[in-house]
């Protein structure tokens, strides 16, 4: 047993253990050590994950200072819940939901929140989400693409549609799938969906379901595989990139030259 899992379970069991004296948060020290205090003692609780603090510690401490003194008990198999505003939420899931925990695996709440660039997600770098959801293509490359077919406020946005031409950008994933919901009922297909804008008409076996053609991961690896069978076609890295829009050079073309702007930006 690993030194982590140790010390999870001493304070898994001090913290049942102190439940009728009512623990609280004491301090946060980061986004992956908690001190609490329940009768009269502090431990520190370890969170797995890495702290994702693109923005600064400083920025962190500020958001945490609203958990200080909240009450936080045992919880279960997800760990400490702490209760804010009324609401019991696992501390490990509050932290990566607001985008300040990368845990060690990229859960839904976990992409939602690098795609959205919460918390310390904000100040990374515009690559850094294809970083770490792709698996075979190089980040810029997926992520030029991305400001080239989902940007909406100089960000590439996870929860777009464009149904025949027409860009729709919706707050949360649930209205965008509601959406689709909404345009599979008329019988349309003549819709692109995600961070990559990928084809329902032509890719829709590509993904499980329309609410995992939303996931930004699944959605960045099916772009993946496209390019990869653009480039196979077409023995030109350049010819996959405008392929991925149209084959046509008059509408591949400018799509291409779109693309190397954004990619001249990038760091």
Known sequence: MTKRAIGFLAVYAWLAAGAAQAATIEAVVSPTAVVVRADGRVRVHLLAGKPV?????????GWSARLLGAPIDAGGDEGPVVTLDGKATPIATLFVRQGWLRPPVLNDFAQAAMAE?????ACAPKTEAFSQMSERVDPKIL???????????????????????????????EDAHAAIQGLLAAQ????????????WCYHRQRFASP???????????????ILTENLQRSGSAMKAVAWYHSADPARGGPYLSRFMNHLSHFQ
């Open 53 to 61: 603090l693109y923005c600064g510690v400083d920025a962190f401490v």
């Open 117 to 121: 660039r919460r918390g310390g997600w």
């Open 143 to 173: 992520a030029g693409i991305a400001m080239n077919e989902s940007a909406y406020r100089g960000r590439p946005w996870p929860w777009t549609l464009n149904v025949a031409g027409r860009g729709m950008f919706f707050a949360t994933r």
């Open 188 to 199: 349309r297909c003549d819709f692109d969906v995600g961070l990559m804008q990928v084809n």
């Open 211 to 225: 609410w995992d053609a939303l996931a930004p991961a699944t959605n960045i690896r099916v772009a993946e595989s």
